[in-house]
């Protein structure tokens, strides 16, 4: 199968994922039969995760374009080594992982700035509504604080980002965090305090 027309059928199934969430259900089946082959499993597998899926990357590169490219070559990368993945283990780590490494790879080419860089991207799009019955000054002080949140996380460096989304937006525990980015545990709890540390201090 040519790159394009496998980049054709990543669309039509993320198109699909998205109009067949009572398949959710079914996440365990359909990696058994990607793992056997049947690429048309993958459209139930992405409806469980293409969301999260794209906000974490969207985090690592704090540009939409090149988080939608990293995330059709994440389902490109997932579809060529699926036959690796440990079904004894859980899929969203191996999955983050996957996703993980080529963002970090993108990066390092020099597309985006180093991975040590602090970026300056302005606010983010805001992931969530507040819900309509609450007093509007409520939900504009929120928004506010919601903006300035993703604000100044878009300012840290990317080894900061990852672990923040990962532990709370991901719910990760951090021992799935360490198998997402492949280090120590030690390494990220430390990386945890220091980008907690620079959160607050931005916020400030």
């Excluded at 540009?63 to 969203?92: H, K, N, S």
């Excluded at 991975?115 to 606010?123: H, I, M, R, W």
């Excluded at 819900?131 to 504009?140: I, K, V």
């Excluded at 280090?183 to 945890?192: A, E, M």
Aim: charged share 30%.
């Amino acid at each position: 199968m040519g790159l394009f027309c496998t980049l054709v059928r990543i669309r039509y199934m993320i198109l699909a994922a998205s109009m067949n969430l009572d398949e959710l259900g079914a996440v365990e089946d359909s990696l058994t039969r990607l793992k056997e082959g049947d690429l048309d499993a993958l459209a139930s597998v992405m409806a469980q995760y293409q969301h999260r899926l794209y906000r974490f990357l969207f985090r690592l590169a704090q540009d939409p374009t090149l988080a939608d490219d990293l995330f059709q070559q994440t389902w490109l990368r997932v579809m060529e080594r699926i036959g690796r993945y440990d079904a004894r283990r859980q899929f969203a780590p191996w999955l983050f992982s996957v996703a993980r490494n080529l963002a970090i790879d993108t990066l390092r080419q020099g597309r985006l700035a180093s991975l040590d860089a602090v970026e300056d991207s302005g606010v983010a799009p805001i992931d969530r509504l507040a819900a309509a019955e609450r007093d509007p000054l409520e939900q504009l002080l929120e928004f506010e604080r919601g903006a300035a949140l993703v604000s100044a996380l878009a300012e840290l460096p990317v080894i900061h980002r990852e672990v923040l989304t990962l532990r709370f937006e991901e719910e990760m525990k951090l021992e799935q965090i360490a198998e997402v980015i492949d280090v120590p545990l030690s390494t990220v709890k430390s990386r945890l305090t220091r980008a907690l540390e620079g959160l607050r201090g931005r916020l400030r």
